[in-house]
């Protein structure tokens, strides 16, 4: 689609201008349009914060929209646990676990499908095998099914809050007590929507629990157990008691700690679960050491172990 920019769109953003003429797609798929040069303003690439002027020539080459599957990729996995029905990968931080808001690719989900020949469907195509989550840059140990009867098992497990879940977290300041528990509901941010709150006292049940493992002069080393799973929710239940988890800005947490290295993550990993196998019933356990990085920066912190 090629157009003339007219009076009324003058002074407009470029994507507001081009979604009027597109008005069945989304503002975000127009967003990366431009980003990826399918739109030029007089033959040229720009950003979606262009400001239109009147007589510019926009044209428009619409993208085809992702696949509504995902697809194999050639990706590294790391297997902690593997039988008949269930998978037990230990995620690194800064892979996302299935594809949405903008990331098609390089997903745990792309990965799985390389690796293994078939896997739960329940989910849908896009998240093949995928029964709970982790945050992207949270690493450790997540489970995935490798068939329908698997998925619905585990999938009942989590619902009636069978499944142990175990992080380890290093959180800002002086934990006060050895062990706590925070029960908050947790609700979508009405202001900053990327983020979640457990301030405004209404939203869905959550409760975590925590004891301290160790104390730095900066920081607090804790071992954090949920019994639910809300979205960010360990993240959140920390921030929410004046103690965001180290390198996560998002729920308060200063960007960078003098006199140390950037992590480029924070300092949240899923460190152990516990489920039973959906045939037989056994009690399984899976652990994920932390990670490399992590243990680093805690020992350039001046502790060499824990």
Do not use: C
């Not at 509504?68 to 998978?87: F, K, Q, R």
Request: net charge positive; no cysteine; proline share 6%.
């Amino acid at each position: 689609m090629n157009f003339i920019a007219e009076p009324a769109d003058s002074n407009q953003r470029l994507d507001i201008v081009v979604h009027r003429r597109f008005p069945d797609v989304s503002r975000s798929r127009i967003q990366r349009w431009i980003e990826e040069g399918h739109v030029t303003v007089n033959t040229l690439p720009t950003r979606a914060s262009h400001t239109t002027r009147t007589g510019e020539v926009i044209d428009v080459q619409p993208a085809a929209p992702p696949p509504l599957h995902a697809t194999a990729e050639e990706i590294p996995l790391t297997i902690l646990y593997e039988d008949a029905d269930v998978v037990a990968i230990d995620k690194p931080a800064g892979m996302v676990v299935h594809a949405g808001a903008g990331v098609h690719s390089g997903t745990l989900v792309n990965a799985l499908l390389y690796r293994f020949n078939s896997l739960s469907g329940v989910a849908g195509e896009l998240r093949p095998g995928i029964v709970h989550r982790l945050d992207r840059f949270t690493s450790g140990v997540l489970l995935v099914a490798r068939n329908d009867h698997a998925h619905q098992r585990l999938a009942e497990q989590f619902s009636g809050r069978q499944v142990e879940k175990v992080y380890l977290a290093l959180v800002h300041g002086h934990v006060q007590q050895q062990t706590g528990r925070i029960e908050r509901p947790i609700a979508r941010d009405p202001v900053r929507r990327v983020r979640m709150t457990a301030r405004l006292g209404e939203g869905r049940a959550a409760w975590s629990e925590y004891r301290i493992l160790h104390r730095f002069k900066q920081f607090t080393y804790l071992e954090v157990r949920i019994g639910t799973g809300r979205t960010h929710q360990i993240r959140v239940h920390l921030s929410s008691i004046g103690h965001p988890i180290m390198g996560d800005p998002l729920y308060g947490a200063p960007a960078r700690v003098e006199g140390m290295p950037d992590l480029g993550r924070y300092f949240l990993h899923a460190h152990r679960i516990r489920f039973h196998q959906p045939t037989s019933g056994e009690a399984i356990e899976v652990v994920s050491p932390l990670a490399p990085e992590l243990t680093s920066w805690m020992q350039a912190l001046g502790v060499a172990e824990l």
